[in-house]
């Protein structure tokens, strides 16, 4: 049977949703949101507008020294009207580098530490406005673990973590966004490289495998499942050593 999407009602209770986590978790605090100008960081701040008002969204733009698309994150904030602020990275990414002359930097610490930076700021921001800081990971992007650990993939509140990116799209017609936000190209921002070149294949394939279950292509369907088991690691919670006394048989745990 074909997965049907009514994006209509899943916006719904997404909002609903939203303001139900913020009256028991930040009753009168601000949605702070990381916007890129891509479909994801657009759809979770229209969602929270919808949900708190323009004026408890905020905005935080963080380029990286130059950013070749601000325009777009530029474009979405003063479609949706809400407070934002600019604040450049590229002196903290540069800074924490240039300390780490002893060791052998990899391309790979490169690419994940400008995200990692971003989030220390969208908390400082948050921290400082009473805020609670959106995560804008959706499952396509989960399931193959595509974001950075403490990076991108941190946050307070999720409304997009069980969506595909095929289902964002339609949640970000629905929502009015300009097509050019919804329809952008994905690119992490980081290694110079759309997500689906990074990925090796698209978020179609993907979206339709993690709905159907299906893929026709075997070698790809084999791919995408060791992918996502060898990044399973990232939705767990961290593991931790358990006290077992031996003298009771039982797991202590702390005096509520």
Not at 178 to 204: C, H, Q, R, W
């Amino acid at each position: 049977m074909k997965y049907e999407f009514n994006a209509a009602e899943i916006k719904d209770n997404c909002v609903q949703w939203i303001r139900d986590w913020f009256a028991e978790n930040g009753k009168d605090c601000n949605a702070v949101v990381g916007i890129s100008g891509g479909k994801d960081s657009s759809v979770v701040a229209a969602l929270c507008v919808e949900a708190l008002g323009r004026a408890r969204v905020i905005g935080v733009l963080m380029p990286c020294g130059k950013q070749a698309d601000i325009d777009m994150a530029k474009k979405l904030v003063k479609h949706l009207g809400i407070q934002s602020y600019e604040l450049n990275i590229k002196s903290a990414v540069d800074g924490i580098l240039n300390e780490m002359t002893d060791i052998n930097v990899t391309k790979q610490t490169k690419t994940n530490l400008p995200a990692r930076i971003r989030m220390s700021t969208l908390y400082a921001v948050s921290q400082s406005m009473n805020g609670r800081v959106a995560n804008t990971c959706n499952l396509s992007e989960d399931w193959v673990g595509y974001s950075t650990r403490y990076g991108d993939s941190a946050g307070d509140f999720s409304p997009l973590s069980h969506l595909t990116v095929t289902e964002v799209k339609a949640i970000g017609r629905v929502l009015g966004l300009p097509d050019d936000l919804v329809d952008k190209v994905p690119i992490d921002g980081l290694s110079g490289m759309t997500d689906e070149e990074n990925l090796g294949f698209t978020y179609a394939v993907l979206d339709r495998y993690i709905r159907e279950g299906i893929c026709e292509d075997e070698a790809l369907r084999e791919k995408i499942d060791q992918i996502h088991r060898r990044n399973l690691f990232k939705l767990e919670l961290m593991p931790s050593f358990q006290l077992h006394d031996e003298r009771c048989g039982m797991t202590c745990e702390p005096a509520r």
